[in-house]
């Protein structure tokens, strides 16, 4: 587990722009399972989160259409609720960082790691921002 003094920082990146901490597994259930969309970051220390999973998220957010819930957990700190979140993303092997995107209780958009790292922050945001379109945009009737 690493030191709370580090990590702040990196979840206040997140919290910033409206993030909710899931500090328990039912916290992470209750989120998860919700109806809507609901944004889940598995935040870390790892380099790759800094360089681009953070900031690509936080400019994915800028865009038009977006989640209606932005939920994290945090790697490494956040144990038991990490690992609650992991069960929701099954089949996919752990990954942190993550980004998941969830509507109506179901997982329908996943980057994991190895889309995040080398990637830039800006890829990153566009390939949310594509996700964003085709599962938050309201339904035209």
């Not at 809507?36 to 957010?61: K, M």
């Amino acid at each position: 587990m690493y030191p709370e003094y580090i990590v702040e920082p990196m979840r206040e990146e997140l919290r910033r722009v409206g993030f909710e901490e899931l500090r328990t597994p039912e916290a992470v259930d209750a989120a998860l399972k919700s109806e809507g969309t609901t944004l889940l970051v598995v935040n870390s220390v790892c380099g790759c989160a800094a360089a681009g999973a953070r900031p690509g998220v936080v400019q994915a957010l800028a865009h038009g259409v977006k989640p209606q819930k932005l939920v994290t957990v945090f790697a490494g700190n956040d144990k038991e609720a990490t690992q609650q979140a992991r069960k929701h993303l099954i089949p996919y092997p752990p990954s942190s960082p993550a980004v998941a995107l969830f509507k109506d209780g179901k997982l329908v958009h996943l980057l994991e790691r190895h889309h995040i790292e080398g990637r830039s922050p800006e890829a990153i945001a566009a390939n949310l921002k594509m996700a964003f379109d085709r599962y938050c945009a309201p339904v035209a009737v």
